[in-house]
C-alpha cells in the first residue's frame, strides 16, 4: 500500500506526527510525505519537523502564501504532478486548511481514493474558510477518520455513514499525551520568558474573522490588555496576527502591555499550555490542549466544533465584540474547572487509523 501523504500548515505537522510514525512502523505500508509549503517560516514549519521527528518531506511544493484561490490552486496544479509521477494507493489529508481541500480535490479528480483525518468537525458557519474546506474533504473522502461522537453524528446528518465512517478518536491526543512528557523535560520557555509556573493567562490569536477588521481585533487585544492589569498574559503571535497588528497601528500597545512571543515550538506550546492559569485562543488545536492539561479555556469566537469541551464546563465561547467583557470572562475563567470524561478517546487514534488503512480489504 502507497500513501501518499498531504500537509502543509502549522496543526498539520502537530497530527501528522502521530499517525506517521505508526504508518512507518506497517511493513506494508509506503509512506511519501508531501509538505505544500502553505508554512514556511522557520517557526512555523522547520522546528515541528525537528522537535516531532517528523520525517523530512519527500516533495516540497513550496506554494508560499497567497488569496485563497491563489494558494490553493498553485497546490492544485503541483499536485497533479506529484500524484500522476507517484501513483499512490490513497492520499491521507488532515483537518481543514487549504492544504486539506487541496489534496482531496486533486486525488479524487485524479481517482485516487483519500482518507481524511479529523473528519465531521462542523462550526455551521460558511463564513470561516475552514468550514467550506472540511464539508469538501468529507465529502471527497472514501474514508473519514472521526474524533469524535459528535463529529460521527455531523457526518450522519449529511448522509456520510457506514463502513467509511470510523470513530478513532484525537490525534492531538495522542501528540500532547507523546510529548508532553518531553516538554516537561526538554522546554525551557518559562524560565526564557520570565514566567512563573501557574502565574499567567496564555492567549493565542489567527482566525481570519478575529485578525481581518481593525475593530474586532483592537477589542481582542485591548481585553488582554486589560487581563493584564491583573496577571502577566503571555501571546505567542502568528505571523498573520502581527501582520494584522502592524498594519492597524494596535502593535506597539500590545508589545508595552503584554509578553509578545515570536510563535513558539511544540514543545515550548505545550508547556506554555500547562502551567497557565487559563487560556484565551481561538485555536481549534489550543482549545483541546487546554482540556487535556485542564486548562479552563475561554474561544474568541461565534461558535466551536468542539462542542464537548463547553457541554463539559472546560471551555466557555465568547464573541469578541466588547472588550470589558471578555476581559472578565478571561479572568472570570482562572481557578474553574469543568466535568472530568474522555471524549478524545484514549490516544491510540494513529494506531487505529495505521490498522484501519493497512487493512487487507482497503
Ligand atoms: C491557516 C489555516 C487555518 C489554520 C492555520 C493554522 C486556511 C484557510 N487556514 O491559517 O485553518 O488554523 O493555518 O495556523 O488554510 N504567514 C507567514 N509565514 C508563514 C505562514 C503564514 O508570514 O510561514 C503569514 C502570511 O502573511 C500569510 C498569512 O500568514 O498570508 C496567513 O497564512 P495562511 O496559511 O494563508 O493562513 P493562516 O492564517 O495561517
Ligand atoms: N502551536 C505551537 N506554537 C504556537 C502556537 C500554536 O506549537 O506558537 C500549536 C498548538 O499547541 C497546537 C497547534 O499549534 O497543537 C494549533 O495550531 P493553530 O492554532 O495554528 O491552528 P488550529 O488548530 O486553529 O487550526
Known sequence: MKLITVVGARPQFIKVASVSRRLR??????????HTGQHYDDNMSRVFFEELEIPKPDISLDVGSGT???QTGRMLALLDEVLLAEQPDRVLVYG????????????SKLHYPVAHVEA??????????????RVLADHLA??????????VDNLRREGIEGNSVHLVGDVMYDAALYYGEKAERGSAVLDRSGLRANG?????????????????????????????????????LHPRSRKALAGFGLLDRA?????????????????????????????????????????????????TEWVELVDLGWNRV??????????????????????????????????RIGEILSAPSR
Do not use: W
Open 68 to 70: 485563497h484561490g491563489v
Open 255 to 303: 508589545q508595552r502591555d503584554l509578553k509578545i512571543l515570536p510563535p513558539v515550538g511544540y514543545l515550548d506550546m505545550l508547556m506554555l499550555e500547562k502551567n497557565a492559569l487559563a487560556i484565551a485562543t481561538d485555536s481549534g488545536g489550543v482549545q483541546k490542549e487546554a482540556f487535556f492539561y485542564r486548562v479552563p479555556c475561554v474561544t474568541l469566537r461565534e461558535e
Open 142 to 151: 472514501d474514508i473519514l477518520f472521526a474524533p469524535t461522537n459528535a463529529a
Open 200 to 236: 499567567y493567562v496564555l492567549a493565542t490569536v489567527h482566525r481570519a474573522e478575529n485578525t481581518d477588521e481593525r475593530s474586532r481585533l483592537a477589542t481582542i487585544f485591548e481585553a488582554l490588555s486589560n487581563v493584564a492589569e491583573e496577571v502577566p498574559v503571555v501571546v505567542p
Open 120 to 133: 465531521g468537525l462542523r462550526s455551521y458557519n460558511r463564513e470561516m474558510p475552514e468550514e467550506i474546506n
Open 96 to 107: 481543514d486548511t487549504n492544504s486539506t481541500l487541496a489534496g482531496a480535490l486533486a486525488a
Open 318 to 351: 465568547v464573541v469578541p465584540s466588547d472588550a470589558d467583557h471578555l476581559s472578565a470572562v478571561i479572568t472570570g475563567a482562572i481557578g474553574r474547572a469543568g466535568k472530568d470524561a474522555a471524549p478524545y478517546g484514549h490516544g491510540d487514534a494513529g494506531t
Open 25 to 34: 512502523a506497517l511493513a506494508d505500508v509506503t509512506e511519501r510525505l508531501v
